[in-house]
T-cell receptor, first 114, second 110 residues
């Protein structure tokens, strides 16, 4: 596979559930990102990893927990979410986090919290 | 801080030309990106401007004026498939962490 792949594409979870979103890139990029896209709001940066180290945590609630085991994989662990967390969660990668490189985005996970 | 403004919605006719504007305020400029996002799909890279002027790429062109904090995306010979959201983004922290505008939803009508 090429590009950035996110699974699952759709997820419905209860507020007491624990689930994980997965992102995988086959582009040889060193930086990976999680963004949240809510209806009628700009894309919001959540987390940035560069060479598997977290370099940015944009004041995200602790019910979202990222994990980057290697430069090709990124996870977002979810627990005790709220209905307002329902959104499209986009993963992206870029060559590096330190220069103006364009992102390659995955198709996203559409999350619904009930 | 960062602030990016773009119109929420625009409508244009197939075959016409449309200009989507973006104004930004940022401490330390490191270029400006435009992305296209079709409904339910991933955003895809369209253009990157770091110097003033117009960059042309087929039917799409992007313009930048750093002194005015202003950019626009110009779409020529509009096609129905150009109906999408167009996102303006700038990096912050002198790095590659992008801040996005709210996006402009373009509807192309026959």
């Amino acid at each position: 596979e090429t590009g950035v792949t996110q699974t699952p594409r759709h997820l419905v979870m209860g507020m007491t559930n624990k689930k994980s979103l997965k992102c995988e890139q086959h582009l040889g990029h060193n930086a990976m990102y999680w963004y949240k896209q809510s209806a009628k709001k700009p894309l919001e940066l959540m987390f940035v990893y560069s060479l598997e180290e977290r370099v940015e945590n944009n004041s995200v609630p602790s019910r979202f927990s990222p994990e980057c085991p290697n430069s090709s994989h990124l996870f977002l662990h979810l627990h005790t979410l709220q209905p307002e967390d329902s959104a499209l969660y986009l993963c992206a990668s870029s060559q590096d986090h330190g220069g103006p490189y364009g992102y390659t985005f995955g198709s996203g996970t559409r999350l619904t919290v009930v | 801080g960062q602030n990016i403004d773009q119109p929420t919605e625009m409508t244009a006719t197939e075959g016409a030309i449309v200009q989507i504007n973006c104004t930004y305020q940022t401490s330390g400029f490191n270029g400006l990106f435009w992305y296209q996002q079709h409904a339910g799909e991933a955003p895809t890279f369209l253009s990157y401007n770091v110097l003033d002027g117009l960059e042309e790429k087929g039917r799409f062109s992007s313009f930048l004026s750093r002194s005015k904090g202003y950019s626009y995306l110009l779409l020529k010979e509009l096609q129905m498939k150009d109906s999408a959201s167009y996102l303006c983004a700038v990096p912050f922290n002198a790095g590659n962490m992008l801040t996005f505008g709210g996006g402009t939803r373009l509807m192309v009508k026959p």
